[in-house]
């Protein structure tokens, strides 16, 4: 088991990505609450993800995009869906709902690993999934006197936003060996956030206009997102096992209920109420979760 742990190491950094995530979304969602515009979220999320790969990009032989072409534009265009899905169910609904919804990506990645890749997923891998979605929807779980913001709009995007990950997940991992990382993924990341500006057609504002408060979540949301996406992104390019990096970043639904409960009121949210029924139900969604992460890297896994 030691040995395991040590040969999948590099978990660490979708594990670390799901704690980072927790608190930049209710860094989107107060500055959603504040004044900026999906739109504008996502557009700026886009662009600092963009530049911020800039620094793995393979310079060696000069500016250069990787061919074929078209899996650096597929991943452009699935990241900059994925982005817009998320940011809109973020703003327009519950973290506490649209963060365990999106945990859905874990099952997408590894049905999609079986249909669309030669890598064969474990039984390990399939029972980590299935322990780790109902986790996920034990998490989900509230009271029906509880207030829910646009909930079926909400799990729509949700879902629309981790299928669109998923097939990121699975084209980085199929095609960074084979075009290299640095010369598939950076440039795919700019296209995402080229693709983004796009949306300032649906914008209510065209300016950038807002409440210094406004900045200061948007600042944080925005840092943090594009860390979470680096730490995740870079550790499927380089070494593979999206299945895997998956499960550990399905961690998020269990820190982002953390999250919103403990310091959710320095956001200004006030989404988390729950009886002791409910607090059971979310301590044993944690622990399937947990469980499911023990259960990827279980010797004979893979």
């Keep these: 088991m030691a040995e395991t742990l040590l040969e999948r190491w590099y978990l660490i950094f979708p594990l670390a990505s799901a704690m980072i995530y927790a608190v930049a979304a209710m860094g989107y969602k107060a500055a959603r609450a504040h004044g900026i515009g999906a739109e504008w979220l996502t557009i700026l999320a886009n662009a600092a993800t963009g530049l911020a790969f800039l620094a793995f990009a393979d310079w060696r032989g000069g500016p250069s995009l990787p061919s074929p072409l078209w899996p650096c534009l597929a991943l452009g265009f699935l990241f900059f869906l994925g982005q817009a899905f998320t940011v809109m169910s973020l703003s327009r609904g519950d973290v506490s709902v649209a963060t365990p919804v999106l945990g859905s990506k874990v099952v997408m990645v590894a049905g999609l690993l079986a249909i669309l890749s030669r890598d064969a997923v474990s039984w390990q891998v399939g029972g980590a999934s299935v322990l780790t979605v109902v986790g996920i929807g034990c998490l989900g779980l509230r009271e029906r006197h509880a207030p829910h913001h646009h909930v079926l709009r909400t799990v729509v995007l949700s879902l629309l936003a981790a299928l669109a990950f998923a097939l990121f997940d699975v084209t980085t991992q199929t095609w960074s060996p084979r075009l290299g990382f640095g010369r598939l993924v950076p440039p795919a990341m700019l296209l995402s956030a080229v693709f983004s500006f796009g949306m300032l057609g649906f914008a209510k504002s065209r300016t ?3 409440a210094r408060t406004a900045w200061a979540y948007l600042a944080i949301g925005v840092a943090l997102m594009t860390l979470q996406a680096v730490l995740l992104v870079r550790a ?13 970043y399905g961690t998020r639904a269990v820190w982002s209920v953390v999250v919103v409960w403990a310091v959710g009121h320095w956001f200004g949210n006030t989404e988390f109420a729950t009886s002791r029924r409910i607090v059971a139900f979310r301590l044993a969604g944690s622990i399937l979760i947990l469980g499911g992460l023990a259960l990827a890297v279980w010797p004979g896994h893979g």
């Design 208 to 210: 950038l206009r807002f």
């Design 236 to 248: 499927i390019g380089l070494y593979g096992d999206a299945a895997a990096a998956n499960i550990a």
